[in-house]
């Protein structure tokens, strides 16, 4: 670059007012990009508050028909489900009952709103006893998640849920081969039109912790180590991650979580261009700025959207946030 220097050149130029700095901003956010995760429980007329995420709640399915209804009118890109089941064992198996809670909710969606885009989250952490993200075995006198005892019970929950109706399938138990395995069992069953969103770049973050409150999935032992990314390996292990999820057939790529990860976002979006890739900012990530806000520490919609946007920018086309309804009140 050689462009001739101060006081030629003079960056505040195009700084003076809104209608310039508006016109050469390159990144917007758009409601239509925007993912709304939802919580939905047994029961009758609850709305539960999560203590942890303020404007988020456990909802039982006449509250979750409402909440969809109501949020109709928004234009966001879709909701993203996570049931919380009456019962947990073992294996989880109430994850894969035609009956159970993400199914019914699924239904209840498409019922109210065919035409809202339902995302279901495909993990064993909310369904299991023991917390973790799929069955359990002893090795070596400690426990751990049993990769491919996991996978198959993952093809079963993703086949459930795509008979009860939902778009898109989003594995998020950082299992080898989940991709595979899922893609396997949907082909199987007539499910070849369905998309994958694959939680490709997970790390074990400590930012997940209100989340575990909202979908009561806290590991009884251990944590997640084993299987979700460590926070301090290498870019390049984010980009095999990614690298063999789409060779197994994932349709979208997620990065999680966003805000500490926006180096990562970068990579995989420079890595693999033309990918639809989704960026999820985490329960901790709104819960630290929620609670700053209630102390009249930081302005909630500004630090928001300053966040969203710097997820945006490195490369995110598509956000899961906890601020989604928000934004499309605060973005006209
Ligand atoms: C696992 C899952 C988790 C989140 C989404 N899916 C928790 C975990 O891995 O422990 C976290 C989301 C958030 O913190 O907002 N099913």
């Known amino acids: 670059m050689n462009s001739p220097s101060f006081p030629t050149t003079r960056m505040r130029r195009l700084r003076q007012n809104p209608a310039l700095r508006k016109l050469v901003q390159e990144t917007r956010l758009d409601p239509h990009d925007f993912i709304l995760p939802l919580f939905v429980r047994g029961g009758k007329e609850l709305r539960t508050p999560i203590g942890s995420m303020p404007g988020h709640f456990q ?91 996991t996978l198959k019970l993952l093809g079963k929950q993703a086949v459930s849920h795509a008979e009860a109706g939902a778009d898109v399938i989003a594995p998020s138990g950082m299992m080898d081969g989940m991709i595979q395995a899922i893609r396997g069992s949907l082909d199987q069953m007539g499910f070849q039109h369905l998309a994958i969103m694959s939680y490709a770049a997970k790390y074990a973050s400590a930012f997940y912790g209100p989340f575990r409150e909202a979908a009561e999935s806290t590991p009884q032992f251990g944590d997640r180590r084993g299987y979700q990314m460590d926070p301090a390996a290498n870019v390049d292990q984010a980009l095999r991650e990614v690298a063999l999820d789409l060779a197994e057939g994932a349709d979208l790529i997620m990065v999680k ?42 302005d909630e919609r500004a630090t928001a959207l300053e966040m969203l946007l710097a997820m945006k920018r490195a490369g995110a086309s598509i956000l899961i946030s906890y601020w989604a309804k928000d934004v499309a009140n605060w973005v006209e």
């Open 257 to 298: 979580p966003a805000l500490a990860y926006l180096d990562v976002i970068r990579n995989v979006r420079v890595e693999f261009p033309g990918v639809p890739l989704a960026a999820y900012n985490v329960s901790g990530e709104y819960s630290m700025v929620k609670a700053a806000a209630a102390q009249g520490w930081i």
């Open 59 to 149: 909802l039982s399915l006449d509250e979750f028909s409402r909440e969809i209804e109501a949020i109709s009118s928004l234009g966001l890109g879709g909701v993203l489900l996570f049931g919380i089941p009456g019962k947990k064992d073992a294996t989880g198996s109430e994850s894969y009952r035609e009956d159970g809670i993400v199914q019914q909710a699924v239904r209840a969606a498409k019922c109210v709103n065919p035409e809202m885009l339902v995302i279901t989250d495909v993990c064993f952490c909310e369904y299991t006893d023991h917390g973790h993200c799929g069955a359990i075995v002893e090795r070596n006198e400690h426990y751990e998640v049993d990769n491919d005892a």
